[in-house]
């Protein structure tokens, strides 16, 4: 599987912005995809994920102004981002989890990092 990722940007606070990513691959099975983040002398975070059967997970710092969607048929994904803080500076890397196909079921979890796309809110 290869993910590719776009959007990103800079932004004035309280502005909006898109990420989407595109896992691309043959015989698999996407069980999760999703963004996390990491900011200058942090550890990476979770931002928000979309799993198989339509749950989705959101850090505490973006719930209410981040949305995540899923397109299963194309395997593609997106994250809206609303009402954007300077705190959410940071690159952005999409990532994935998924199984190898054999028939109609899949199996293993394996996973897939995206390139990161800057993302930079100004105050």
């Known amino acids: 599987v290869q993910l590719q990722a776009s959007g990103g940007g800079v932004v004035q606070a309280g502005g909006s912005l898109r990420l989407s990513c595109a896992a691309s691959?043959?015989?698999?099975?996407?069980?999760?995809i999703g963004w996390y983040r990491q900011a200058p002398g942090k550890q990476r975070e979770l931002v928000a994920v979309a799993r198989s059967g339509g749950s989705t997970d959101y850090a505490d710092s973006v719930k209410g102004r981040f949305t995540i969607s899923r397109d299963y048929a194309k395997n593609t994904a997106s994250l809206q981002m609303n009402s954007l803080k300077p705190e959410d500076t940071a690159v952005y890397y999409c990532n994935t989890h998924y199984g190898i196909r054999k028939g109609w079921e899949a199996y293993g979890d394996h996973e897939e990092w995206g390139q990161g796309t800057q993302v930079t809110v100004s105050s």
């Open positions: 691959g043959s015989g698999v099975r996407i069980y999760a």
